[in-house]
Structures are given as structure tokens and as C-alpha cells.
């Protein structure tokens, strides 16, 4: 095979869901050995397209080739035999089972008797996993045991022990902590050197841009266009995929004035996740909450929320102690706070329902009259909620999952704007969204802060921390250990006291890369 | 046990089925004895009635010096757990063990180590196809002719030799309801009258049966006679609130059955009432100690059946219209000593029982 | 070594549920045998074996839906049809008897194969498939034995509910009465039977490629398949092993009574307790945590707790009460785990 | 319709199938009987009015039955508690009869609540225990001394008389059909039953009491069972042990015949109505037909599940 044919080529593929045009003619080719990234908003059609690469799904039309030969996957296992190994978000790890299973899962190594070897499984995860340097991820844990950021390195753990020739990673890097991230920067790099074609999606451009040789931009189902890295300027990129000008990522910061405190936190703890919060957030003020992945910033928003039981130490509004024993407590009027939770499929929607069904499911008590619910009041209500966060629906009663997964954000944004919350505490609320997108929330969010809300913002996007935040609080291991303001957020700031650098001494080996 | 030649002991007590019936020894064993009833379903109210007459039985003067400890456990419809419960109670010793058998087949293994361990096994009402134990039953086929007897009787004293009879048919594949059912048919056809016969399944529940009688009705229109097997209150029921006329009815011996009888004879409802009688349980229990004792015992022990028709009906003897219409009248067997009467463990209060 | 122990710690910890059924089965049952009059004796281990055999198939036949996170309410309903069909074709020459039972299980595991192919071609819910197709196995059930009865071979009836050495003794194998065979001649065959097909068929299965996918579908449908799992033969696997099992539970229980009785209430029973039987085991409801083995052991603690009323003296017209409460109490003893419970999310899976 | 459930046209799918099932059924019955007899009964007003009479107690178990399977749960207690609702309703007699019914099913109910949204036990079997335990306490009510069993005359009134030519218990079971059907669609309860069955975690986080709605969904089923155990007792004059049995399985068949999904989230009401009628008649039919038992279950499972093949057609079970 001459090395410059592409090794996967597709063929003016079309794929159609009922009344969505999802893909329309796409030629796309790829070449062994580089790194390609793709690019677009939410609802381009990349994840349709590498899903029809690899098998997940049928295209309506065209055609696929694998290093020139024409295939047609009917799933993925198929794809997999043909070198085309993808890793989703999340979505291929089955928590109940071991982590070793799991990396083995389709094609286990077996005994004589044909059965599952499972202690060459376990010998084949320590190797897969050295090999991206998570020895701490003990093979026989449960997938369920661990947290997100080591879920997703046992997804690519898993994704080369298939040994893939072109290697598709579909935000699989959304949660990972920036230690991990340089890890998969070094195995893409050594995969290169390998022949390996890898397909980057991000909505991350500083990652694409670090990483990428090959760069292609989706939009509405449509390939752009191609090209090297280097050959269009980050704006022309972000316009080439958004179809029109952008100017400036975050909306300008107010200068920073001291507020008084309006949440109070002091000394939280809970189960040896957090240990000893203290934060003041004043009203109008948005705060931001930094750090690795899992040192109980997820923690820290769930106890405020009233989700979690045995919580020690204060927490009050204005001087009122607040301290919900549930989130149908901390809705309520006394309180008024509002969470957007990590995991908008699984925790912030009803995906079989309506919008208006999903917008409507945390403000009953305000759209009814008594135990009834006004049909002109909800009506009202549902549709407010659509227009003020320019939700892209063709009508309220569609199923909430037919939307993009930005629109479908949204939602969730606005049920809880609906409640009209004093404090908005948001778990990463942009992960998997697209530029365009994303802009509308930090300018949303500005805008609450501005009209007096008091926001506290969990993102392992560090970038839009020193964008958006007006305080950042970093947190390592339970507890706050730098709190940045002003021209203090900086990158360099952020990076080492999430690694604790600086505040202690003994530098965890996690650290030491990065420092 | 060993087949020996009869005539067996107190034989008004314990009526061998037939002339054919075989006659059972049991070495003497000497009492006071260990007695186990090992019932299957609970849930219903002829079981309660049963298990409340089999615990004062052992109570009852007779035989409360005879048994030195009694037992009963209920094990659902559950073959395998009533046949541990047997094994067990034969394990643990126990001298005999009196069962309503969840299913007439199968008692094979236990019936062997029963015998192994001379230990009596006893099952009533719902019998066993075998004559390799002692059982005791009331003759159900007799019951289902003496039925249908009843109700050709009854019309033909009307002039009427033609018609539509529906039979209520009770727990599909239970033995008791083919047994009863054949017996209904059988008289009906060798009458030679023209009887059409509907037959619905009522499951021997009040509420199933009030629902078939009442579709059956809505559907035919009129039937001449009815032939229950049992839930005769839902038959009652239905008629009544179907408006339809009164006919010969036959049915089981539930109180409130006899109290629609009583009250409604004269205005046509010609009925008679033959009641499977949980009393047998102590009957049941008094021919195990007999064998125990070393009596000779009638392989099958037929119970008579306790009829009363309309003609013979009297309030506080054979039915009581101040108490609740659940209980089976017939409780009590004279001839066996068996003198607790429905009434007495059924009623209301202790008020009541005196 | 220390890997070793990590390991072990780490299996006990996952399997917290199976551990403590093992605990209380070992417990119930060592209680249960000294306060009776002949405990732990031959004669009543052979006793217990004989009637728990078909409810710890039936746990097992309801284990495998319910890791898909689905239930099968047609095991009993499969076990009854499979008991009617036995009562009549397992008699005869020894020939004709191996033949009867293989076309007993046959017949079985076909049925679930139907429910498999109905559950995964048909695209219905398991529950709801399978309440159906319960009905339909009653149903010909009783169109095979409309009465109970039938004639299943005495022989094989008296060697398969005994100890070994009856076994032997009645086919003649060899010298019962050899030295060798005393130390294990006491072991009841219907011990034997379930520990072999729990054993040789359960855990051999579980560490297949299609076992595995079982146990992935409870857990996560989606990245089951995203994974390249074989979903569809997986499923129609669970329900014909399920159907297998309570094929096992009908043909024993044909052997153990002579004879086959399309009971109704008895086929919704043992479908109810299977499901018991299966949460007290330590399975999830919800699918992709437990196992067959669980099940067992959980069949086996309700059977045990059954055995009590023979013992203790409770007025009988209380004991369906204490029955119940017992039952309750035990399925509710899982709950402690959620009353620990610190961060409320994971109360939801 | 702005607060539908969404895709109305498969949710209306069922209703329409089993509407025309009904048909086929009426149909096949005529059939027999105009061949058999001669006549049509089955057409008759008197006929139809006498199932719906008989179908009210099935349908108003039903009606509580869906609320809970909405939520993804089911309960299996509602036999039992019918029977221990009608029972302790005739054994305390009098005006206080149909309130003590009614009381001992909100008890039952909160007792299954508490244990699947507090204790969090899965449904199935938490009410499958609460059921034995029921059964248990019947049957040692009836072990103590024998209590009333007759049922008054309001509840006689209720069940089996007539008002304006039509059964009384027809217009009970209306009465409950537009209570549930006006919860489920136009009160904040009625919709987060929805929210919480279709995701109970995104329910909470949004803020619903999902424990106070499952609890409220339980209180409301074994309401549903003790008024049909209630009206049963008043039917057949007397409350009798085990008198709910009947009832449980077929309950379940026509919300699932309906077209309520059996894992939660999505049901309309007016689908277990017609899932109640269909049942009735294809029973009653049967039993008509002389139809023997083997049949009968056969007939019974195949009607259930080609319905669930016809209506299921598309929805792919993946992802
Ligand atoms: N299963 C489906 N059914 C219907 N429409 C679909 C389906 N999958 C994708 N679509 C539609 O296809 C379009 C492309 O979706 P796709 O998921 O490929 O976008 P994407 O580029 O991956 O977006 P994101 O950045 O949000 O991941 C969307 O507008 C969506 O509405
Ligand atoms: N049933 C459906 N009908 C219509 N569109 C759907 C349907 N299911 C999914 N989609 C579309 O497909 C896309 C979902 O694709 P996918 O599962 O890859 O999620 P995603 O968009 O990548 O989400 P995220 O951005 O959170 O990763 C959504 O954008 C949605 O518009
Ligand atoms: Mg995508
Ligand atoms: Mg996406």
C-alpha cells in the first residue's frame, strides 16, 4: 500500500434520520500515520459520521473504503476487525464488569477449553494500561469504582488492545485530567510514528490545535473543507465551522469590585472528599472551581444541593444557615438554588420526553393553581423558557433527544432559570459543546451574574475558567488550595495548584510532568 | 402395614368405601402418640375452618390424652415442600401424619418410608390414587349423581323433562372436580330426558363462579336447573341479581347457601346442599390413632355425605341464619364422636360458641 | 501473596451480597438440624435436597433474565410443562428413559429459545413476553395432562430422590457396600444433580464471550453494544438457559412425584419465589450483578426458613403471617445498604 | 394537546389496535352463538352492560395498577388487598365499612411505598411480600373467631344495583377513570409520576420529591384495590378469603394491552380502559365458548402477545 493512499476513504455518504439531515454527500479520506482532527458545531454530523466509519451506524448512501478495498460494517465489531477502533464519551465501558473484562471484552484471550483466560485478561490489562501509564487502575475494580477521567483511559486502554489502524477518539478526552491528556498526546504522537491514522473530535481547539496534523470542518452535514494544520488562523477556523465571524470568546469581565458574601461556606466536609470548604461568593459574582478531575469539586456542588447525607460544617445565605436536605429543598423559596448536573443525558433530561415536558419538570409549583396544573401558565412558561435561551426547537412538544447535544444543554439551563434560582451552581456545563454554543452560555451566564445571581462554576475546561470566572478556587484532594482573582487566573496558576504545587511540598508523581 | 381381612373397626365410624375395599393392620404402638397435619393451600375459608377443626379435635377430651404432640404446617401448592414435610415429620419421628395432598400423585416415595418407619400416613379430601395408604374421603362421584339426581327429581315433580342445565365446574384438573363432574353428566345423560348441558368453570370461588353464572345467563337466558360444585353463594348471587326465576339448585353446604334456601324454597329455589365437611380432618385424625392402636382400618374410609335438601332445613341445627355465610355447615359426624360444630368454631365471638 | 489477598479483598468486596447469603444459609441451616430430633443426618440432608431441587432450579432458570435486567415469569409455567411432558415419556427401557428426559429438556429449553426470539425479534419487554408466554406453557401443559398423573419409572424415581449408595444399589453399578464408597455413599443424589448443572453448566457459561455479554447488557445495553458484543445471541442464550434450568426444576420434579400435574397455582408460585429466591441470592433487579450460584444459595435460605414451622411450634393460622413478615424482612435486608447510603445519587441506578 | 405525552402516533397505536380487537372478539362470539343458539346476546345492551358491571372491579384495580407500572414499578399486592380491604370493611360494618376499606388500602399502599422509594426494595418483590403478609393476616383475622362477612347495603348499592338502567358500579369505575385520568394529565402529580418514571435520577435532581410521588403512586393503587375489593364484596354480597385473585394477572395485561410501557414513563389512561374491556370480553367469550382451560391459557397468552408484537413494531430496544 503506497503510503499517501488514504487508508479509510468515504464516498459521497449520506445518512438521514427521520426529517434530519444528518450527512449529505461527504468525501472524507484520511492517511495512515497522521493525526486528523474534526471539527464542527454541535449537530455538524461529526459524531454520525464515525459512527457510520465504524459500523455503529449504515450510511443511506455511498460508499466506504478501508486501504482501497469497499467494506460495509453492520456493527462494530466488524469495523474493529477492519483496524477501525473508536472510543466514545463514555458510552462502550459496562460499569458492572471488571476493568479487565472490559479491555478484553469482545475478544477475551482464552483457555484451552475455549473459555475466558482470566488471568492472561488481567496479565493483557496491565500491560494495555502501563502502556498509558495508569498503573494505579487496579484490573480487577469494577469500571463502576472509578471515576470518569480513569473510565476514559481505560476506554482508549481498551481501544489499542484492539490494535487499530485508524484510531477514532469522539470526545473521548472531554474529562480527562490535563496529566492523562499529555499522555494521550505522547501515545497519539508514538501511534504516528506507527502508521496509525488517528480522527480527533474535540471542541477544544487549544487540544486540536496542539495536536493535529490534518484538520477537516464539518458543518450541517457537510465536509468543508481539509487542511494542514497551520493553513487557516484559529478565527478562520471557528468561522469556517459556525459559518460566520466571531469576535471575542467571553464576554468582558466587569472590573473586580469585593462583594459581599452572599454564599457562605465554612469548613464543609463530607467523607473524607471534602475536607474543610471555606468560600464566600457574593452576589453577582461568578466563581470558579478549578482543579484535576475529582478532588470533590462534583462533591462540593452536590452538598450545596442537598444530595449528599452527612454533611459537616455551615453553610448560609446572606445569614440564614442552608443546609437542604434535598434538591426539591434546595428549589424551594427559601434557598433558591438551581444545579446543572454533569451528566445532562442521565441526570439533567427526561430523554423520551417533550421539551416543554423537560423544561417544565422543576417549576410545577409555579405553573399550577393548587394541585392543577394551568395550561396557560405552563404554555407560557415553556415557551418564555425556549425564547430566552434561544433554544433551537421546532416545537416544544418534540422528543428533548432529537435535539443537539448543545440545544439539549440548554434545556436543562433553562428548566432551572425557570425557578428563578439566587444561586446557580453549574457542574461543567459546556463539556461536549460547540463554539458558537458555548458563547451563548458564558454570555448567559455574565448575564445572570449581572442581574444579581451568585454562580459557582465547576469546568475541566481551564481556559474557561480564566475566561469566565471573576474568582477561581482551585481544589486538590477535599479541600480549596489557592483561590485566584483578577489577573491572578492564569493558566500557569491554575495548572500548578491543581497539582498542588507550591502549597506543599511533596510534589504528587503526578506533578512531576507537568511542573 | 398388613392387608388383613376386615371387618375393620368401628364401622359406623369408619365405613369401608365398598365391599371390595381392603382392610390395613399397623403393629400396636403405644401412646401417647406424635400427630402431624401437613396441609398445603391456605387461604380460603374451608382450610381455615379445617385447620381451626383439626387443632380443637386434639383438644377434644376423646383425644387429647391419645396425642402427645400435634403439629400442623401449611405448605402451599407446593409438591415437592409437602412431601419434604411429610419426610420430615416421619424423620422427626412422628407417629402419624394426616395430609390433604396437593396433587393425587406422586406420594410414592414418602408412602414407602412411612411404611418403613410404621408410620400412618392419612391423606383426606383431596386423596391419593393409590390403595397403598388409608385414606378418608367423602364418594365425590356419588356427591356429583346425588346432585344431579336431586335436580332431574325436582323437575321432573314439575312436569319438566327438557331443558338447559348448567353445571358450575370447580378447579380445572383437580381430581374432586372430575370426579363430581362425571357423576353430574352420567345422571343427566342416563335420565334419557332432553338436557342440554352448559358447563362454565367457577373454579369453586364465589366470585368466579358469580361472574360465569351471570355470563352464562346473559348468554342462554334461562337454564331449568343448576348443578354447582361449589361457590354456591356466587350461584345464588347471580341468580338473584339477574332476576332470574328461581330452579332447582345444587350446590355445596356454604351457610349462606343454606340461608338463600331456607328463605327462598317456597318462591322455587328447590335445593339441596351436600357439603365437603372440613370436619373430615378429624375424622382423618381419629382413624390414624386408631391404626396406631392396632385396629383393624378400611384401606378407604367413606365419610357419608351430608345431605339436606330444602325439605330439611332447620335454623340453629343445620344452618344458622345469624351467623356469617362463609362457614361450611357441615362440620360435625356423630357417629365418629365428632362433635364440633361448625358453628362452634366459626362464630363471631365466644358468645356465640356457647 | 499480597496480590493474592488484594484480590480476594477486592472479590469479597463486589460481592458483598452472596457473601453474607452464604453466612445466613450456613447459619439458618445449622440451626434448623440441632434443634431437630435427627439433625444432621443423612436421612434429613437427603429430605432437604428432594424438595429444594426444583426451587433452586427455578432460582437459577430466573437468574440469567434477570442479569439482561429482565425477569422471565414464565419459568414456572416452562418447569410445569416440562413436568407434564416427563410424566409421560420418561419410562420404559433405560434407553427410552435417557431419551424421555433429553426430550423433556429439549422440549424446555426450546420453549425459552421461543421466548428469546420473541424477547429479542419481537423487540417486547421480557416481563410482559414472558406472562404471555407462561400462559401458553400452562396451557399445553394441560393439554398433556389434563389430570395429574402418569407413569414416570419407579427405578429411576427412588434412585435419583436417595443417597448414592441407593443409586448404585438399584442399578446394580458395582458393590454398593465397598469400602471405598462408604466415605461418600451418604451424599443424596439430588445434592449431586444440582451442584453438577450449577456447576458444570453455570460457570462454565459465565465465562463465555456470550455469559459475559449477558452480564454486560444488565449493566449497560448501550455500551454492550457499542463494544461489539454479541447483544441478540446473548439474550436468546439467557432465555434458552433459563428454559433449560426450569426444564431441569420440571424433570426432576416428574421423577421425585411419578408423575406430571399442570397445576396453575404451583407454576405461579415457583415463579414468585424465583424471583425471591434470586434477590435473596444478591442478584440485581435491575441486572448485570449476581449470579446463578447466588440464586442458589438464596433458594436455599427461603426453603430453610420453611423448614422451621416444622420444628418450632407456631399456631398454624399464624404461620402464612410469620411466612410473609419473614419474607418481607428478608428482601428488605438489602435495604441497610441504602440507609448508608451518603451521596443520594447512587441510591439511583 | 401541549402536555401529551410525545409521538402520538404510536401512543395511539394501541388504543386503536385493541379497539379492533375488541370487534374481532364481539365478532368471533356472535359467531359461536349465533351458530350454537341461534341469537346474538353478545350484541345486547343487557350483555355489554353486565361486563362493563363485572369489568368495573378489574378496571379500577387497573386504573392503580398503571399509575405505578408509569413509574417503572409494579404492584403485586393488589390481590391481598383487596381481599383485607373487604373483609375488614364488612368485619367493622356499618356507614364505617367503605372507609375502613378504603383506609386499610392507603395503609397497604404507604407501607409499599415506604419500601421501594424509602427502603428502595425493588417492587417486584417488596409487594409480592406485603401481599403474603396480608394473606397472612387474613388468615389469622379469620383463625381468631369467624368475623362478619356480609356486605352493608351502600356497598350493595355501589356494586350491584342500577341507576337510570345502568349498573351503579359502571359509574364508580367512571368516577375513578376520571380522577386518574385528570391526575395523570393535568396535575403537577400526575406529570411527575411521568418525570420520575420515565428518569428517576433527572426527576430528583430537578427537584421532585420522586419518593413522595412513588409513595403517592403506591397510596393511590391500593386505594384503587381496596375500592375494587370494596365494590367486589358489595357484587357478591359477602367478602370471602381470597377473593382478589382473580384479579391480579389480568390487571397487569390490560395496562401492558394498553399500551403502557411496562418499564414506566409512557401510558395514557384511556388505553388501560380499553386494555380492561378487551380482557373482559375475550374472558368472558372464552368461557362462553366452553372453551376449555388448556385453550383458554393458550388463547389468553397469544392474544397478549401478538398485540405486543404488532404494536411494538420499530421500536428498536438498543441505545
Ligand atoms: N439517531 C438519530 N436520530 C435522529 N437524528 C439524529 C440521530 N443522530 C443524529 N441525528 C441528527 O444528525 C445531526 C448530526 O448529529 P451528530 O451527532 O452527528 O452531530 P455532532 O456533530 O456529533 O454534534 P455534537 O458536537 O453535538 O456531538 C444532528 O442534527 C442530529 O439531529
Ligand atoms: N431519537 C432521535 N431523534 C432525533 N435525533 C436524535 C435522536 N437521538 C439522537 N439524536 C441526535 O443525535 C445526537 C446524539 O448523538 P450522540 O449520541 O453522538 O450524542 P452527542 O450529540 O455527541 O452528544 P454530546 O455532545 O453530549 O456528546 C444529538 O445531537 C441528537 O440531535
Ligand atoms: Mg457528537
Ligand atoms: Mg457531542
Redesign the pocket.
Known amino acids: 500500500m503506497p503510503i499517501d493512499s488514504p487508508i479509510v476513504k468515504l464516498s459521497g455518504v449520506s445518512k438521514h ?2 426529517g ?1 439531515r444528518a450527512l449529505e454527500g461527504v468525501d472524507f479520506s484520511c492517511r495512515s500515520g497522521t493525526i486528523h482532527g474534526i471539527l464542527g458545531e ?2 455538524a454530523g461529526k ?1 454520525t459520521l464515525i ?1 457510520i466509519l465504524s459500523g455503529v451506524l449504515q450510511p443511506d448512501a455511498g460508499t466506504i473504503e478501508v486501504s482501497g478495498e469497499a467494506v460495509r460494517f453492520s456493527n462494530p465489531d466488524q469495523a474493529a476487525v477492519s483496524g477501525i477502533v473508536c472510543i466514545f ?1 463514555e458510552l462502550s465501558l459496562v460499569p458492572d464488569l471488571s476493568v479487565a473484562d472490559n479491555i478484553s471484552i469482545a475478544a477475551p484471550p482464552r483457555t484451552r477449553f475455549g473459555l475466558i483466560d482470566k488471568r492472561a485478561q488481567n496479565r493483557r490489562a496491565e500491560e494495555l494500561l502501563a502502556r498509558i501509564k495508569c498503573e494505579d487502575v487496579d484490573p480487577n475494580s469494577l469500571v463502576r469504582e472509578l471515576s470518569l477521567s480513569r473510565r476514559q483511559m481505560v476506554e482508549i486502554a481498551k481501544a489499542l488492545g484492539k490494535d487499530p489502524k485508524v484510531l477514532i477518539l ?2 473521548a478526552t472531554s474529562a480527562l485530567t490535563s496529566r492523562d491528556v499529555e499522555t494521550v498526546y505522547g501515545l497519539l504522537a508514538e501511534l504516528r510514528a506507527a502508521g496509525v491514522a488517528s480522527l480527533f473530535i474535540s471542541h477544544r481547539m487549544h487540544e486540536i490545535d496542539k495536536l493535529c496534523d490534518m484538520l477537516s470542518v464539518f458543518r450541517n452535514g457537510q465536509h468543508i473543507e481539509t487542511f494542514a494544520k497551520g493553513a487557516h488562523s484559529e478565527g478562520e477556523i471557528v468561522k469556517l465551522m459556525i459559518g460566520r465571524e466571531v469576535t471575542a470568546h467571553y464576554p468582558p469581565k466587569p472590573a473586580p469590585v469585593p462583594k459581599p458574601a452572599y454564599l457562605t461556606i465554612d469548613k464543609l466536609a463530607w467523607e473524607g472528599q471534602l475536607k474543610g470548604i471555606d468560600l464566600r461568593i457574593g452576589k453577582g459574582e461568578i466563581v470558579g472551581l478549578g482543579g484535576l478531575d475529582g478532588q470533590g469539586q462534583k462533591e462540593l456542588l452536590l452538598g450545596l444541593f442537598g444530595v449528599l447525607r452527612g454533611l459537616q460544617g455551615e453553610v448560609a445565605i446572606l445569614d440564614n444557615p442552608c443546609r437542604p436536605g434535598s434538591p426539591a429543598e434546595a428549589k424551594s423559596a427559601a434557598m433558591r438554588i438551581a444545579l446543572v448536573p454533569e451528566d ?2 442521565t441526570e439533567g433530561l427526561m430523554l423520551a420526553m417533550s421539551i416543554a415536558d423537560n423544561l417544565l419538570a422543576a417549576s410545577y409549583d409555579r405553573v399550577s393553581d393548587g394541585p392543577f396544573i394551568n395550561q396557560d401558565k405552563a404554555r407560557q412558561a415553556v415557551s418564555e423558557g425556549i425564547a430566552k435561551l434561544q433554544i433551537k426547537v421546532a416545537s416544544p412538544d418534540d ?1 428533548v ?5 448543545g440545544n439539549q444543554q440548554k434545556v436543562v439551563i433553562a428548566k432551572w432559570l425557570m425557578t428563578d434560582p439566587d444561586v446557580i451552581l453549574l457542574n461543567d456545563p459546556t463539556r ?2 460547540d463554539v458558537g454554543t458555548k458563547q451563548e452560555i458564558y454570555k448567559l451566564i455574565r448575564e445572570l451574574a449581572d442581574r444579581g445571581k451568585t454562580i459557582l462554576l465547576y469546568s475541566s475546561d481551564y481556559a474557561e475558567l480564566i475566561g469566565c470566572c471573576d474568582r477561581v478556587a482551585v481544589m486538590y484532594d477535599g479541600e480549596i488550595v489557592a483561590k485566584l482573582s483578577g489577573g491572578a487566573i492564569t493558566e500557569e496558576a491554575i495548572v500548578a495548584a491543581s497539582l498542588n504545587v507550591g502549597t506543599q511540598s511533596s510534589l504528587p508523581a503526578a506533578g512531576a510532568r507537568h511542573g | 402395614p398388613e392387608i388383613v381381612s376386615g371387618p375393620g373397626v368401628d364401622p359406623a365410624c369408619f365405613a369401608p368405601w365398598n365391599a371390595d375395599t381392603k382392610y390395613m393392620q399397623w403393629p400396636t404402638k403405644a401412646g401417647p402418640y406424635k400427630v402431624a397435619v401437613v396441609n398445603g393451600f391456605v387461604g380460603n375459608g374451608w382450610r381455615i375452618q379445617m385447620i381451626k377443626t383439626a387443632k380443637a379435635f386434639a383438644e377434644d377430651p376423646a383425644m387429647k390424652d391419645k396425642i402427645a404432640e400435634f403439629k400442623v404446617v401449611s405448605t402451599g401448592t407446593d409438591a415437592p415442600a409437602q412431601l419434604g414435610a411429610i419426610e420430615d415429620f416421619i424423620n422427626q419421628g412422628y407417629d402419624a401424619i394426616v395430609t390433604i395432598a396437593v396433587s393425587p400423585d406422586g406420594f410414592d416415595r414418602v408412602i414407602r418410608l412411612a411404611d418403613k418407619n410404621n408410620v400412618v400416613l392419612v391423606p383426606f379430601d383431596n386423596v391419593l390414587d393409590t390403595d397403598k395408604v388409608m385414606q378418608v374421603n367423602e364418594d365425590q362421584l356419588k356427591m356429583g349423581r346425588m346432585w344431579a339426581q336431586f335436580a332431574l327429581d325436582e323437575l321432573k315433580a314439575k312436569g319438566v323433562t327438557s331443558g338447559k342445565i348448567l353445571e358450575v365446574r370447580g378447579l380445572p384438573g383437580n381430581s374432586v372436580d372430575r370426579d363430581r363432574s362425571i357423576g353430574i353428566n352420567e345422571t343427566f345423560k342416563a335420565d334419557g330426558g332432553n338436557w342440554e348441558m352448559v358447563s362454565v368453570v367457577g373454579n369453586w370461588d364465589d366470585g368466579t363462579t358469580q361472574k360465569v353464572v351471570a355470563d352464562a345467563i346473559a348468554v342462554h337466558g334461562q337454564f331449568d336447573a343448576v348443578v354447582g360444585q361449589g361457590g354456591s353463594n356466587g350461584v345464588i348471587q347471580a341468580l338473584m341479581d339477574a332476576g332470574h326465576p328461581w330452579v332447582p339448585v345444587a350446590g355445596e353446604s356454604e351457610n349462606g347457601y343454606r340461608k338463600a334456601i331456607a328463605k327462598y324454597s317456597d318462591e322455587g329455589l328447590k335445593g339441596i346442599s351436600i357439603g365437603q365437611s372440613p370436619g373430615l380432618v378429624a375424622i382423618a385424625m381419629k382413624a390414624a390413632v386408631s391404626a396406631l392402636e392396632g385396629n383393624v382400618m378400611p384401606q378407604l374410609i367413606s365419610v357419608p355425605l351430608p345431605v339436606a335438601t330444602y325439605k330439611d332445613l332447620e335454623d340453629g341445627k343445620n344452618y344458622w341464619s345469624d351467623l356469617p355465610d362463609n362457614f361450611f355447615t357441615v362440620n360435625e359426624f356423630p357417629p365418629c364422636g365428632v362433635n364440633i360444630s361448625g358453628p362452634s368454631i366459626m362464630a363471631q365471638s365466644e358468645a356465640d360458641v356457647k | 501473596m499480597a496480590d493474592k489477598r488484594s484480590a480476594l479483598a477486592t472479590n469479597m468486596r463486589q460481592n458483598v451480597a452472596f457473601y453474607s447469603a452464604i453466612a445466613m444459609l450456613v447459619a439458618l441451616y445449622l440451626v434448623y438440624n440441632m434443634l431437630h430430633p435427627r439433625g444432621f443426618s443423612a436421612a434429613v440432608l437427603i429430605q432437604n435436597s428432594n424438595e429444594s431441587v426444583a426451587i433452586v432450579f427455578l432460582a437459577m432458570a430466573q437468574t440469567v433474565p434477570v442479569l439482561l435486567g429482565g425477569l422471565d415469569l414464565s419459568v414456572g409455567a416452562i418447569m410445569t410443562l416440562a413436568n407434564c411432558i416427563a410424566s409421560e415419556v420418561v419410562n420404559g427401557s433405560p434407553l427410552q428413559i435417557v431419551l424421555g428426559m433429553i426430550i423433556t429438556l429439549a422440549t424446555g429449553t426450546a420453549f425459552g429459545l421461543v421466548n428469546g426470539l420473541i424477547v429479542v425479534y419481537g423487540r417486547l419487554q421480557p416481563i410482559i413476553a414472558t406472562l404471555a408466554t407462561g400462559a401458553v406453557a400452562v396451557g399445553l401443559a394441560l393439554f398433556i395432562r389434563p389430570v395429574p398423573g402418569g407413569n414416570v419409572d419407579d427405578d429411576i424415581s427412588w434412585a435419583l430422590t436417595n443417597d448414592l449408595y441407593e443409586f448404585v444399589d438399584t442399578y446394580g453399578l458395582f458393590d454398593a457396600d465397598a469400602g471405598w464408597f462408604q466415605t461418600i455413599s451418604w451424599i443424596p443424589v439430588p445434592l449431586l444433580i444440582v451442584v453438577m448443572i450449577a456447576f458444570g453448566v453455570w460457570l462454565p457459561f459465565k465465562r463465555t464471550v456470550t455469559g459475559r455479554t449477558i452480564y454486560a447488557i444488565g449493566s449497560a445495553e448501550g455500551a454492550a453494544y457499542m463494544s461489539g458484543l454479541p447483544i441478540d445471541r446473548a439474550k436468546i442464550a439467557a432465555f434458552t438457559l433459563a428454559g433449560f434450568f426450569a426444564a431441569c426444576g420440571g424433570l426432576y420434579l416428574a421423577i421425585q412425584t411419578s408423575s406430571g400435574n399442570a397445576d396453575i397455582t404451583q407454576a405461579g408460585a415457583y415463579t414468585l419465589n424465583s424471583i425471591a429466591a434470586v434477590v435473596v441470592g444478591g442478584t440485581s433487579l435491575l441486572g448485570g450483578v449476581g449470579g446463578a450460584i447466588g440464586s442458589l444459595v438464596g433458594a436455599l435460605i427461603l426453603r430453610v426458613i420453611s423448614f422451621y414451622f416444622r420444628i418450632v411450634s407456631i399456631d398454624p393460622l399464624l404461620q402464612p403471617l410469620v411466612e410473609g413478615l419473614v419474607l418481607l424482612v428478608a428482601v428488605s435486608l438489602g435495604a441497610f445498604r441504602t440507609l448508608r447510603v451518603k451521596n443520594q445519587l447512587n441510591l439511583f441506578r | 394537546m401541549a402536555f401529551d405525552i410525545p409521538s402520538l402516533k404510536t401512543e395511539d397505536k394501541p388504543m386503536v389496535i385493541a379497539s379492533a380487537f375488541i370487534l374481532v372478539i364481539l365478532s368471533i362470539g356472535t359467531v359461536y352463538t349465533l351458530s350454537t343458539q341461534g341469537s346474538a346476546p353478545l350484541l345486547s345492551p343487557g350483555y355489554l352492560l353486565q361486563q362493563l358491571q363485572t369489568g368495573s372491579f378489574l378496571g379500577i384495580v387497573a386504573a392503580g395498577m398503571m399509575v405505578v407500572i408509569l413509574l417503572g414499578h409494579i404492584d403485586l399486592s393488589v390481590a391481598w388487598t383487596m381481599t383485607a380491604a373487604a373483609m375488614m370493611a364488612t368485619t367493622v360494618g356499618g356507614e364505617w365499612a367503605i372507609p375502613t376499606g378504603i383506609a386499610v388500602g392507603a395503609a397497604v399502599g404507604l407501607v409499599n411505598g415506604f419500601g421501594v422509594a424509602y427502603l428502595r426494595v425493588p417492587s417486584m418483590i417488596f409487594t409480592l411480600g406485603v401481599d403474603s403478609v396480608l394473606r397472612g393476616l387474613m388468615v389469622a383475622h379469620t383463625g381468631g373467631f369467624a368475623p362478619q362477612d356480609s356486605a352493608t347495603p351502600l356497598m350493595r348499592t355501589l356494586a350491584s344495583d342500577r341507576f337510570l338502567g345502568i349498573p351503579s358500579a359502571i359509574f364508580v369505575w367512571l368516577a375513578v377513570s376520571v380522577v386518574i385520568a385528570v391526575m395523570l394529565k393535568r396535575t403537577a402529580f400526575g406529570r411527575e409520576i411521568y418525570v420520575t418514571g420515565n428518569r428517576e435520577v433527572a426527576a430528583y435532581l430537578s427537584g421532585i420529591r420522586t419518593r413522595r410521588v412513588i409513595l403517592g403512586s403506591f397510596v393511590v393503587s391500593g386505594i384503587c384495590a381496596a375500592l375494587a375489593g370494596v365494590m367486589l364484596a358489595g357484587y357478591s354480597a359477602r367478602a370471602y378469603q381470597g377473593m382478589g385473585n382473580p384479579f391480579l394477572l389480568p390487571a397487569i395485561a390490560a395496562v401492558v394491552i394498553g399500551g403502557t410501557r411496562i418499564l414506566g414513563g409512557q401510558g395514557r389512561y384511556i388505553g388501560t380502559l380499553i386494555g380492561v374491556i378487551l380482557i373482559v370480553l375475550l374472558n368472558s367469550v372464552l368461557s362462553i365458548m366452553q372453551m376449555p382451560e388448556a385453550g383458554r391459557q393458550v388463547i389468553y397468552g397469544s392474544v397478549i402477545i401478538s398485540m405486543l408484537l404488532v404494536y411494538g413494531r420499530g421500536n428498536k430496544v438498543h441505545s
Request: hydrophobic share 20%; aromatic share 4%.
Open positions: 434520520f427521520s434530519t454541535n449537530g459524531s459512527k464519551q469522539d470526545e445532562r443525558k422528543i433527544s432529537t435535539l443537539s447535544g461536549g459543546i
